[in-house]
């Protein structure tokens, strides 16, 4: 059974870091691009980062480019958000999520974590 | 402001037929760019409903169906039930952003 379990979330002052961590279990993580989603209170879904499955090529949102660092450690079956610069529009539940093949070009997400609460805010 | 496009809120009576359009550009479902589509009951995560434009998931009922045409797509639920009360969205790529990925603002189904 596919799991993805997210943590890390929580309170954080504007301009301040987190790191978001995905623990994948239930496939073989290193053959799959992974990706960040997150949804705003009451918002809709928001597409923050991907992966692929090397780990050789990351791709961001414009919204977060150059603030946010998507990671794998693949020995630890593990995915991570670093997020830089934090800003009150950030204010998100951030759902990892699996995309069903190695790169993700053109791909859907076919399993999704339960999220985690990232509350910007002073 | 979603690069796609989709309404806001669509509703039916138990056992009609309702459909959710997607609408999008030349540079993404236009350029030929999939078209995929998430459930997302409140308080949960998503759940994929449709890959590929019309290819379901195991699990997914046959209720549930997809196609795609132009710079648009559109999601097609018949014998509306209780449970299919939640929120939609679809998701392709675009070639004009850095992100790659993106996602409808996602429409609200209410079952009358």
């Known amino acids: 059974e596919v799991l993805l379990l997210e943590s890390g979330g929580g309170l954080v002052q504007p301009g301040g870091s987190l790191r978001l961590s995905c623990a994948a279990s239930g496939f073989a993580f290193n053959n799959y691009a992974m990706g960040w989603v997150r949804q705003a209170p009451g918002k809709g879904l928001e597409w923050v980062s991907a992966?692929?499955?090397?780990?050789?090529?990351?791709y961001y949102a414009d919204s977060v480019k150059g603030r946010f660092t998507i990671s794998r450690d693949n020995s630890k079956k593990t995915l991570y958000l670093q997020m830089n610069s934090l800003r009150a529009e950030d204010t998100a539940v951030y759902y990892c999520?699996?995309?069903?093949?190695?790169?993700?070009?053109?791909?859907?997400?076919?399993?999704w974590g339960q999220g985690t609460l990232v509350t910007v805010s002073s | 402001q979603s690069v796609l496009t989709q309404p806001p809120s669509v509703s039916g009576a138990p056992g009609q037929r309702v459909t959710i359009s997607c609408t999008g550009s030349s540079s993404n479902i236009g350029a030929g760019y999939d078209v995929h589509w998430y459930q997302q009951v409140p308080g949960t995560a998503p759940k994929l409903l449709i890959f590929?434009?019309?290819n379901r998931p195991s699990g997914v009922p046959d209720r549930f169906s997809g196609s795609k045409s132009g710079t648009s797509a559109s999601l097609a639920i018949t014998g509306l039930r209780a449970e299919d009360e939640a929120d939609y969205y679809c998701?392709?790529?675009?070639?004009?952003?850095?992100?790659?990925?993106?996602f409808g603002g996602g429409t609200k189904l209410t079952v009358l």
């Open positions: 590929g434009n019309s």
């Open positions: 999520a699996k995309f069903p093949n190695r790169d993700g070009y053109n791909s859907n997400f076919d399993y």
């Open positions: 998701q392709s790529y675009d070639s004009s952003l850095s992100g790659w990925g993106v």
């Open positions: 992966i692929i499955g090397s780990g050789d090529s990351t």
